[in-house]
């Protein structure tokens, strides 16, 4: 499958924050959104755990994670993101994806709504 990017913004539950708006890659291997750390703190997202993630390579690291509101396409959700290092490009993971009903079509290389959330 091709690269899909998509404009996204991340917003901090915390009143009165800045927000960070960027292409992210869309990576459907990624279960959380990666962001970098100094983004996610300049706009107030707290820290609120760490967890070992499995990156491309195989290797494993630890990053800590906070959450925060994300929205792209005209949907709003809210889940998990890792505080990745300064600089890296940011990623918007399976879950995000999958909580507002959009997935990739990996014939056309893009992002496409499906009709409903599944509940079963």
């Known amino acids: 499958m091709g690269i899909v990017r998509v404009t996204t ?11 960070f708006e960027e292409l992210f890659l ?15 703190e300049r706009i107030g997202v707290r820290r609120v755990g760490r967890m070992a993630y499995e990156l491309a ?3 494993l690291k630890e990053y800590d994670f906070g959450l925060a509101r994300i929205e792209f ?3 709003v959700s809210a889940g998990r993101v890792i505080f990745g ?3 890296t490009e ?14 990739v ?3 056309n290389r893009t992002l496409k709504r499906l009709p409903a959330i599944p509940l079963k």
């Open 73 to 75: 396409m005209g949907e």
């Open 26 to 40: 869309v990576d459907t291997d990624a279960t959380d959104s990666f962001v970098p750390g100094d983004e996610l």
């Open 85 to 87: 290092d300064p600089g």
């Open 9 to 19: 913004v991340v917003t901090s539950f915390e009143a009165g924050r800045d927000s």
């Open 105 to 107: 079509d990996p014939a």
């Open 57 to 59: 390579d195989g290797s």
């Open 90 to 103: 940011p990623l918007l993971g399976v879950t995000a994806l999958e909580s507002v009903c959009i997935t």
